[in-house]
């Protein structure tokens, strides 16, 4: 198991394209609805740990199977947060 690029370009595309989304919302929707910051601070912070994570790994030809699977847990719960926290 390695880290390949699809991972570190999937992780930073995914910062760019969430901080984007917020900043236009905030913009926006200020005054419709409010935004959930302690959700958003929860997603930004996993992200930022799977960023960090997969960015000092992405060199490595292999790495151990518990860092792969925390890699793969953070990113499916940082899928959770955003499907199920309300």
């Known amino acids: 198991r390695y880290v ?11 910062l760019l394209t969430g901080v984007i989304l917020v ?5 926006v929707d200020s005054l419709e609805r409010d935004i ?6 929860v997603k930004l912070g996993v992200a930022l ?6 960015w000092f790994n992405r060199r490595r030809q292999v790495i ?3 860092l792969f ?4 847990g953070l ?3 940082n899928v959770v947060v955003a ?4």
Not at 23 to 27: D, I, T
Not at 69 to 72: N, P
Request: net charge negative; no cysteine.
């Open 4 to 14: 390949n690029p699809a991972m570190l370009h999937g992780v930073l595309t995914l």
């Open 23 to 27: 900043s236009l919302a905030e913009g």
């Open 36 to 41: 959930d910051n302690a959700k958003i601070a």
């Open 49 to 54: 740990v799977v960023a960090v994570l997969v």
């Open 64 to 66: 151990p199977d518990g």
């Open 69 to 72: 699977f925390v890699i793969g």
């Open 75 to 77: 990113a499916i719960a």
């Open 83 to 86: 499907v199920f926290w309300r």
